[in-house]
């Protein structure tokens, strides 16, 4: 059979309300012919992606909607009319209408609407946007009640009221008209079984095409709802993007806040170096004058001079007594103008010594503020500094030195160690300046670390190490219980690779410079770290196989542990801080005073009696390792520095395995309840126990693949200090990893 012609098609808008609907069919039931007919149920539903709500309400109510127009198929069977049933998804249903027709083509469309109180337009507002905006090459029909109330022809855009009686189309030349008691005859008129028959097999055919048009229906919203399901999937991404986004933005913005005030609080910095600098220039000018009047008066003087030894010499003709005298008074002269001439030298020296010196004070301070102050963690105030301490209060004070006084203190709700440098003069002021340059520059698990300072008193803010001092441990200040050799070995150790450390950094290496165990620190689980950096040097690495070395003419250090090479020839080389370290290996051996130990410890291994002088209360030293340690340290105590030996290759070729023997006694101690893992041994990214630890450029250790990951990332900068990294180098921690894997063989449950 040839496809009905849109024209024999009649498109039906029908509500979702089944009694709402069944006026509309009704008069079309009465107006078209059944055998030439064929009615489109059409409904407009709403979009089950407008505002990307949960579906599955939207499927419930497609279901029900569902139902109705089968009952409107059903209904349509009844009277033999050719029916299936349009659903149309829009927002609006004018503008779903709309598309139906444009789709379609649809030339007849039968909808509901009221009529104005006047008669004369439509009430509804949908039909009338219908009306309005519709294709004009449909037909329009608007039914109220049942009846025909209004029709906009084809090609007008105009309503015509309809007339009292509404003419049907014709069929085959003729024309009838067929109502609802005709066409829908009860079964108590007369029929025949062969059309009930054939009824209800129209009815049965028409139920299973409306239930497998249910199932497509089903099936489409099943993939309308996995569609939005993805649709919802991909705006959770983009949400979460957006939100990285916005929270990328947020941090570039702190970072440019951070900036900014670094770059407030540097230029008030610059403002008081300058202010300083202008008055040390003053100072400078007015001993400038103070030396050109007192160069004025020494030549005012020389000339007076002068003037009486010609006014003797004229005299010397008078008398030869006068001569004599004259003689004797033109020698005295010649001495005092001799003593004013080299008075005058030596000040003119004083003076260009202290110019030279206040040009080296403000290039440290300027490199100081250019590079070391923009890379302290927190600059404090002298009021913060008084309240952490209750205004440096003698029942806080924990040390006292030539540098000044080291006080204990809560600042910002963390312990610290607050030392207090003597200012007076430049001495002062530069060991302030060179312990910041350095701690700043330098990173390690063995260094203390430095926390702030305080520019107006000269104060640095440490970390707060409670075990205090190597020496108060090796003279058991306060009854604290002496060290375990066990301990003392580890500490040789972590000393040892401070050392490497400190002389391998680049660009400059740094040299300690005093080193003994007043300067070495121990936490809580006497872990040692070096401090006091006041009188260390930088110096730069060598391109060549010479030795990086610092000349001076006033030596510093402290007796007992200064190199004496340094000490006879101002010259300070890395091997100076390896002379230091053999004498605290030999105190840590023995737990002798440091006066003479060196030759103390030599006789008594010429005699083969060490052990009468190795520390007991250290615990059983095994003999071997004493043996080696004491070896090691006469070699590093030699007077010659050429005979000392090198760090990496010699000391530490002996210190590690030491260090490895020494960790397989270590028993737990009985004070504690509970065994804790060491601080060291976390990994400051993962807070994790490290298995391949590895020192970064700033010093810091961090899981291999913790750290890797972070470089990777494209980061140029510390996880822990935010600074920036020098260089993207990591070395491995062996001496770590070992002990890591010695303690967790040791503590299975940890």
Known sequence: MAAQSNADKVFVALPETYEDGLPVLSWVFSYFLCDTTKIIITHVMPSPFKGLFDPRPWLIENERKSLVLNKYLSYCATYKFQAEKLVHIADDIAEGIMEVIAQHGTKNLVMRSDANSDLTDLASETAINVMQEANLSCKLWFVSDGNLIFTREVNSD??????????????????????????????????????????????????????????????????????????????????????????????????????????????????????????????????????????????????????????LEKQVSDSELVVKDLKVISASAGDRIESLQADYYNLQQERDNLVREAEELRIQRENMHSGSSASLNSEFSLEELQQATQNFSESLKIGQGGFGSVYKGSLRQTTVAIKLLHSEGLQGISEFQQEITILTNVRHPNLVTLIGACSEVSALVYEYLSNGSLEDRLTCSSNTPPLTWQARTRIIGEICLALIFLHSNKPQLVVHGDLKPENILLDTNLVSKLSDFGISRLLKQPDTNATACFQTTHPVGTFSYIDPEYMS??????????????????????????????????????????????????????????????????????????????????????????????????????????????????????QDVMQNPHIAADGFTYEADAIKQWLRRGHSTSPMTNLPLPHRNLIPNLVLRSAIQEWLEQHPQS
């Open 569 to 686: 020839t101002g010259v300070l080389t890395p091997k100076s801080d390896i002379y230091s370290f053999g004498i605290i290996i030999l105190r840590l051996l023995t737990g002798k005073p440091p006066l003479n130990i060196a030759g103390q410890v030599q006789d008594a291994m010429r005699h083969g009696i060490l052990l009468s002088v190795i520390d007991e209360s250290a615990g059983s030293w095994p003999f071997e390792q004493a043996r080696e340690l004491a070896k090691l340290a006469l070699r590093c105590a030699e007077l010659s520095r050429s005979r000392r030996p090198d760090l990496v290759t010699e000391v530490w070729a002996v210190v590690k395995p030491l260090m490895q023997a020494a960790s397989t006694y270590v028993e737990p101690l009985a004070q504690l309840e509970e065994e804790c893992i060491p601080s060291h041994f976390i990994c400051p990214i993962l």
């Open 158 to 311: 105009r309503l015509t009221p309809a007339p009292t009686s509404a003419a049907r189309p014709q069929s085959n030349g003729q024309s009838t008209e067929m109502s609802l008691s005709t066409s829908g005859r009860s079964n108590s008129e007369s029929t025949t079984g062969e059309g009930d028959v054939d009824l209800d097999s129209s009815l049965t055919d028409m139920l299973h095409a409306a239930s497998v048009e249910a199932d497509n229906f089903e099936k489409m919203a099943e993939e309308i709802f996995g569609v939005q399901k993805k649709v919802a999937r991909l705006v959770t991404k983009l949400a979460k993007k957006l939100e990285r986004k916005e929270q990328q933005v947020r941090e570039f913005k702190e970072i440019l806040q951070r900036e900014k005030q670094e770059k407030d609080q540097l230029r008030r910095q610059i403002e008081e170096i300058e202010h300083k600098k202008s008055k040390e220039i003053e100072l400078v000018k007015i001993e400038n004058v103070l030396l050109r009047s007192q160069r004025d008066e020494y030549f005012n003087q020389i000339q007076v001079a002068n003037e009486k030894r010609l006014a």
